[in-house]
């Protein structure tokens, strides 16, 4: 009955179903799209919720970009330099980093100069990625960030190449722009004293937890028996006595690091620095009291071989060829990019409507480089990590290949320039050599064995930018590889060192000789 009934019902209201059938479906379709509207609207505001927090945070870090603080060094008036960039500290590479720059850092914290600065990670190595890389600065800026440098976070630097200072008063003034150091509290300067005075002279060096006996950690025998040397500090001319010391030729590499093992050995030797020329790492300096101050401990390790290159600087084709001209700066944009002309050059172009008019004074001369080494010359960047320069249309395989500078007679820095190395390759060759590199058609570069590599000084950036000297006798310093980038036999005879008079119309280079950079 009740069968039939639905039955009858379902036959007589096909229509009346249908129509219920719409309906019930057009109210689901509302009550699914109300909340929907409200989810977007809901996204809508956490969107703008996101947009407002990022505001905020970059608002509320706006006071501290551009502050430097110093790491991890003994005393709160040294160490290692960061600086904050978007809320977030950075290290600074070595690369090209000399007093101007550290004198800039130590004002900016407050403190009366700079006693020093520091290469190689000195204070151990960076955790941090690195914010700035080929910094320079004319010494009178107030803060770091107002120097000239690469591109913020631009870089091509490892953790062992993180910039430091040591600044001159242990009493800071109140600093104008920095926060507190971040650094082991202490009320004297750490000195450091001849190993052989403070270990003794018969100190055993060998390797372990290398591939080959030519590598690994570097351990030393002292009067405390044998340990590691801890890293800090640790770079190729310390490298380079211990491969000497121990007979395995030169360095072709010096490392800070934990990959040969050795953390769980007695540190007997810290922050090590030597000049490169002694006989034995006795002749070195050192920390009299032997910790790791780094965050993260690691050991000396280093790699040596039997035949390595060896560049000298030809003196006699620097004296014959130095001469002075006067070039408007229309002329040298290209070279501007460079940062091959002094500060003073830049101020001109952010501040003067006619800057392109206005005319650099310029010491041009020859750098004619040969390696008198036993093995070919090569950039430490692998060729596909080369930049391409599109203004001189060429290849970068070295950051800074040679500096030039003029010194005052108290060692002052008061002109400089630097020769970016776009191009390595065999100008000219004696002893029967072979030309084996050339830069045409992206081609290898380097400098083989009794070749030259001879840039000479009508091309861009050959120059010192002397426009701001005053007349007077001063010296001339040409210095290659000079940051030891690239591991050589020695270094003694990457310099040269010459006096140099200058008037307004003229310039005499004389008196020359080889030393270290």
């Keep these: 009955m009740v069968t039939a009934a639905t039955s009858s019902y379902r036959g007589r209201r096909p229509a009346a179903e249908i129509l219920m059938a719409i309906f019930m479906l057009v109210l689901g379709l509302l009550s699914l799209l109300e909340p929907t509207v409200d989810c977007r609207r809901a996204v809508k505001h956490r969107h703008h919720w996101k947009a407002n927090l990022i505001k905020n945070y970059l608002k509320n870090h706006k006071s501290l970009e551009?502050?430097?603080?110093?790491?991890?060094?003994?005393?709160?008036?040294?160490?290692?330099?960061?600086?904050?960039?978007?809320?977030?500290?950075?290290?600074?590479?070595?690369?090209?980093?000399?007093?101007?720059?550290?004198?800039?850092?130590?004002?900016?914290?407050?403190y009366n100069g700079t006693s020093r600065v520091t290469h190689n990670s000195h204070f151990g190595q960076t955790a941090r990625k690195y914010w700035l890389d080929n910094t320079q600065c004319g010494g009178q800026e107030m803060e770091i960030s107002e120097c000239r440098f690469d591109s913020w976070g631009e870089n091509d630097c490892d953790p062992s190449e993180a910039a430091g200072v040591v600044c001159g008063s242990p009493e800071p003034e109140k600093p104008k722009y920095s926060v507190p150091a971040v650094t082991v509290s202490a009320k004297k300067v750490i000195r450091k004293y001849r190993i052989k005075d403070t270990s003794g002279s018969d100190i055993e060096l060998r390797l372990a937890g290398g591939r080959t006996s030519e590598e690994g950690r570097v351990e030393a025998k002292t009067n405390d028996g044998w340990g590691v040397i801890c890293g800090d500090g640790f770079g190729v001319l310390e490298a380079l006595v211990v491969c000497r010391s121990i007979g395995l030729g030169y360095a072709a590499a010096a490392f800070q690091t934990?990959?040969?093992?050795?953390?769980?050995?007695?540190v007997v030797l810290s922050t090590v620095e030597c000049a490169g020329n002694e006989s034995s790492l006795a002749g070195c300096y050192h920390q009299h009291k032997a910790t790791c101050s780094t965050r993260k401990e690691t050991v000396a390790a280093v790699?040596?071989?039997?035949?390595?290159?060896?560049?000298?600087?030809?003196?006699?084709?620097?004296?014959r060829s130095a001469y002075l001209e006067d070039r408007q700066m229309y002329f040298l944009q290209c070279a501007m990019e460079e940062n091959c002309l002094a500060s003073s050059a830049y101020q001109l172009r952010r501040d003067e409507i006619d800057w392109h008019l206005i005319t650099r004074r310029l010491l041009r001369f020859t750098a004619k480089i040969t390696n008198v080494g036993t093995a070919p010359f090569r950039?430490?960047?692998?060729?596909?990590?080369?930049?391409f320069h599109q203004c001189h249309m060429h290849y970068h395989s070295m950051e800074v290949f040679a500096t030039f500078d003029v010194l005052d007679g108290g060692g002052m820095k008061v002109a400089e320039g630097h020769k970016a190395s776009f191009c390595l390759e065999d100008n000219q060759c004696t002893d029967g050599a072979k030309p084996a590199f050339a830069c045409a058609d992206y081609g290898d570069?380097?400098?083989?064995?009794?070749?030259?590599?001879?840039?000479?000084?009508?091309?861009?950036?050959?120059?010192?930018?002397?426009?701001?000297?005053?007349?007077?006798?001063?010296?001339?310093?040409?210095?290659?590889?000079?940051?030891h980038k690239i591991p050589e036999m020695t270094?003694?005879?990457?310099?040269?060192?010459?006096?140099?008079?200058?008037?307004?119309?003229?310039?005499?280079?004389?008196?020359?000789?080889?030393?270290?950079?």
Excluded at 260 to 266: A, S, V
Excluded at 504 to 512: A, G, P
Aim: glycine residues 8%; contains cysteine.
């Design 303 to 319: 790699v040596c071989a039997r035949e390595m290159a060896d560049l000298a600087v030809n003196v006699d084709e620097l004296i």
């Design 491 to 517: 270094y003694a005879n990457n310099a040269a060192v010459c006096s140099m008079f200058y008037s307004e119309t003229f310039v005499k280079i004389h008196d020359c000789v080889l030393q270290n950079p």
């Design 66 to 110: 551009g502050m430097v603080r110093l790491v991890d060094g003994e005393t709160e008036y040294e160490g290692n330099v960061e600086i904050m960039h978007l809320g977030k500290w950075g290290a600074i590479c070595d690369d090209e980093w000399d007093a101007r720059e550290g004198q800039v850092v130590c004002r900016q914290l407050g």
């Design 445 to 483: 570069q380097g400098i083989s064995v009794n070749c030259s590599d001879i840039y000479r000084h009508n091309i861009d950036c050959q120059w010192v930018d002397v426009t701001d000297l005053n007349p007077g006798l001063y010296t001339l310093k040409v210095s290659v590889n000079p940051e």
């Design 379 to 387: 950039p430490a960047v692998p060729k596909h990590l080369w930049q």
């Design 258 to 266: 934990d990959k040969f093992g050795g953390l769980d050995l007695p």
